[in-house]
Nanobody, 117 residues
Framework: QVQLVESGGGLVQAGESLRLSCKAS????????MAWYRQAPGKQRELVAR???????RHADSLGGRFTISSDDAEKTVYLQMNNLKTEDTAVYYC???????????WGQGTQVTVST
């Protein structure tokens, strides 16, 4: 059974940092491209960052270099380090996995990040 379990969300003040984790199970981790998405209230889900075998690491340009995605194959975990958080970063953050050869997508349940002033 494939599972993506996020953790690390919470309530922080603007300027602070958080690190999200996504623990994967039920599939061969290094055969999947992994990503973080977020969805703010009333807005569409958007890509935050991704790690793919074919294209390496990419972060959304709008983040201004504040977020960093990384992964640990041995731990089957993807991380999202978020620094200098802003109120507009408030959203539910979702972990996403896609089989690199195509055809299989999985989502985590999401973790809430709330940034206050």
């Amino acid at each position: 059974q494939v599972q993506l379990v996020e953790s690390g969300g919470g309530l922080v003040q603007a300027g602070e940092s958080l690190r999200l984790s996504c623990k994967a199970s039920g599939f061969v981790f290094n055969t999947y491209d992994m990503a973080w998405y977020r969805q703010a209230p009333g807005k569409q889900r958007e890509l935050v960052a991704r790690i793919t075998g074919a294209h390496g690491i990419r972060h959304a340009d709008s983040l201004g270099g504040r977020f960093t995605i990384s992964s640990d194959d041995a731990e089957k975990t993807v991380y999202l380090q978020m620094n200098n958080l802003k109120t507009e970063d408030t959203a539910v953050y979702y972990c996403f996995g896609r089989y690199s050869a195509g055809g299989l997508d999985y989502w985590g349940q999401g973790t809430q990040v709330t940034v206050s002033t």
